[in-house]
């Protein structure tokens, strides 16, 4: 079964948030799973996505008035409206204790987190069933997701750009029919050749622009390692954000939900400059 993905730097404070607080308000995730009043993260599954919150009081709250909360990007398919994220079977899953003692050892939910923060994961992989926290199955971290792509999806290749790369145009294979979730971007992979040309790409654009205005790409081995920079004023440094690997076809999806891909318009232009770049 899938898994829900979420970002560790979104969710470490939501949790710190709720460990923070001295009082707890109750959810119908809490009641369904018949817990005591504790810190917890909620997961809750709506039409817009699914979201880990705070169930802590006070409670926090963005600038619009709305619950501070973290989004598990993933897939829509337009026809249905189906996601890749799996719906709870009952709402007392949503429940998530931030402390439970565990007789095998294992790191609570909150010391997980910010175990993953020490030490450079990126992703927090939530499975929807509680009862594979027995098997130590539950709560993953990673530094790269799992469970990006549909798996019915058909793929056509294609030529596609997005804001983050500043217009350059690479070839990738679509899949048909999906969006991300917000349904503002291609679902795409790309062939090794195609994330050197955006590496080569990103970097030329390195000298001109400002801390943090581009990412960058390299190769560590077959994976794929995206890093953004960032000033602190002392000086900038290069900060890993992500890490692909490769598929079994050897492609990979450079900023999965995260970069707002879109078809090139000019197709053919493009296409003959693709065939010059790979006969260089």
């Given amino acids: 079964m899938s898994r829900l993905w979420f970002r560790i730097t979104e969710v470490l404070p939501i949790a710190e948030h709720a460990a923070a607080t001295h009082a707890h308000r109750p959810t119908r995730q809490q009641y369904r799973a018949g817990a005591p009043a504790q810190p917890a993260l909620i997961w809750s599954h709506a039409t817009d996505g699914d979201w880990l919150s705070s169930n802590g009081v006070p409670r926090w709250y963005d600038a619009d008035g709305t619950d501070h909360r973290a989004l598990a990007e993933t897939w829509t398919h337009t026809a249905t409206g189906a996601t890749g994220n799996p719906v709870p079977a009952d709402d007392g899953h949503g429940f998530l ?19 993953a923060r020490r030490h450079g ?22 530094r790269s997701r799992g469970d990006i792509s549909p798996p ?9 750009t997005c804001d983050v790369v500043v217009g350059g145009a690479y070839r990738a294979m679509v899949a048909t029919g999906y969006t991300t979730l917000t349904r503002t971007g291609l679902l795409c992979r790309f062939p090794r050749y195609a994330v050197q040309r955006m ?5 030329a654009l390195y000298p001109g622009d400002m801390p943090g205005e581009h990412p960058r790409l390299r190769f560590d081995g077959d994976e794929v390692v995206v890093e953004w920079e960032h000033d602190d004023s002392l000086g900038s440094r290069w900060v890993e954000d992500d890490r692909v690997v490769p598929d079994v076809n050897r492609c990979y999806a450079i900023g999965a939900y995260q970069w707002p891909w879109t078809l090139v318009a000019s197709e053919p232009t493009t296409r003959a400059n693709e065939r010059g770049d790979r006969s260089r």
Wanted: charged share 20%.
């Fill in 97 to 115: 204790p931030l402390h439970t003692e565990h007789l095998d050892g294992r790191r609570d939910l909150l010391d997980l987190l910010r175990y």
């Fill in 121 to 142: 994961m990126h992703w927090f992989g939530l499975h929807p069933d509680p009862a594979s926290e027995a098997t130590s199955g539950r709560h993953r971290i990673s």
């Fill in 152 to 160: 019915l999806a058909t793929w056509t290749p294609a030529t596609v």
């Fill in 199 to 203: 590496a080569a790409h990103l970097d």
